[in-house]
């Protein structure tokens, strides 16, 4: 069955950097396109992001660009997201996606997510 399991969730202070990866099995990963979306406290899922198939492009929401960076290796089945420059804002859990055409909106959810909790 499908399954996508993220990790790398972690305390970290403000302005730290953290790598989350998302390791995926069940469907044929590289005919997807992927994406990191996240749900903070008392807020509802957002989509962070999105890599095409190829791992050749990627896009992002307005409130990460230029912070986070989604790559993938389609090899491992697996799809990454960087994290840099991080505030109190970017406390949530964090999922990964998929998707078989791009959408700037990504509502289904697969995995536990991972944790990132921002603070000093």
Do not use: H
Request: proline share 4%.
């Amino acid at each position: 069955q499908v399954q996508l399991v993220e990790s790398g969730g972690d305390l970290v202070q403000p302005g730290g950097s953290l790598r989350l990866s998302c390791a995926t099995s069940g469907f044929p990963f590289t005919a997807y396109w992927m994406y990191w979306l996240r749900e903070r406290p008392g807020k509802g899922l957002e989509t962070l992001g999105g890599i095409n198939p190829r791992g050749s492009a990627a896009y992002y929401a307005d409130s990460v660009k230029g912070r986070f960076t989604i790559s993938r290796d389609n090899a491992k089945n697996t799809v990454d997201l960087q994290m840099t420059q991080l505030n109190s804002e970017d406390t949530a859990v964090y999922y990964c996606s998929k998707s078989r055409y791009y959408s700037p909106e990504i509502a289904t959810i697969y995995g536990r997510g991972t944790q990132v909790t921002v603070s000093s």
